[in-house]
């Protein structure tokens, strides 16, 4: 079995604060790591995705990956109300498919 | 680029019968196209993968007789709930793979279908 786990939260941090959102996963010949935002009723949509260890950065979003500890995170900085939602993690892992966890709920309180 | 359409966005249907769903890469060939499931505050599930021209590969677990699958083309895939029960009420969403894309693996989301089974 091919496990994402993510803490389900709720997180809640102010505005301008940075979110930490964690995810660990069970297959290690996982590759292809990715983050998901999805907001209530919609479906997901893509935020970051990372193939190598350490840490890629694209605007407020930094996710960060190491392989050896089977662990990859995602940091929001500067977070704004518009940020809250749940965050997917998912993996494509050694079978090929994508794997999501469960998902943090992120609430960003002005 | 890369959007992904479904159709219906929600249906309501009576029990027993059959809802079909469509999914459709808007801008770019998709060999590939995948099926999940979200039942309310969990996660994605995947149904099946669906390749063009061929039969969709089910994961274990879900009914290929009640799930029907069908990739005619580049752009099109289509999901049939067959004699829907409350039970199937869900959430459905598809993706799709770029064909011969530069990104590595990624999927692009269909918006969803939210089916409700009377």
């Known amino acids: 079995q091919k496990e994402v786990e993510q803490n389900s939260g709720p997180l809640s941090v102010p505005e301008g604060a940075i979110a930490s959102l964690n995810c660990t996963y069970s297959?290690?010949?996982?590759?292809?790591f990715f983050w998901y935002r999805q907001y209530s009723g919609k479906s997901p949509e893509l935020i970051m995705f990372?193939?190598?260890?350490g840490d890629k950065e694209d605007g407020r979003f930094t996710a960060q990956l190491n392989k050896a500890s089977q662990y990859v995170s995602l940091l929001i900085r500067d977070s704004q109300p518009s940020d809250s939602a749940t965050y997917l993690c998912?993996?494509?892992?050694?079978?090929?498919?994508?794997?999501f966890g469960k998902g943090t709920l992120l609430t960003v309180n002005p | 680029g890369a959007v992904v359409s479904q159709h219906p966005s929600w249906v309501i249907c009576k029990s027993g019968t059959s809802v079909k769903i469509e999914c459709r890469s808007l801008?770019?060939?998709?060999?590939?196209m995948f099926w999940y499931r979200q039942f309310p505050k969990q996660s994605l599930m995947l149904m099946a993968t669906s390749n063009e021209g061929s039969k969709a590969t089910y994961e274990q677990g879900v009914e290929k007789d009640k799930f029907l699958i069908n990739h005619a083309s580049l752009t099109l895939s289509t999901l049939t709930v067959t004699s829907a029960h409350p039970e199937d009420s869900s959430f459905y969403i598809c993706?799709?793979?770029?064909?011969?894309?530069?990104?590595?693996?990624?999927?692009?989301f269909g918006p969803g279908t939210r089916l409700t089974v009377l």
């Open positions: 998912a993996v494509i892992g050694s079978n090929y498919k994508l794997t």
């Open positions: 801008d770019f060939q998709a060999t590939t």
């Open positions: 990372i193939y190598s260890n």
């Open positions: 297959d290690r010949g996982s590759q292809s």
């Open positions: 993706s799709a793979k770029v064909f011969g894309g530069a990104s590595y693996n990624e999927q692009f």
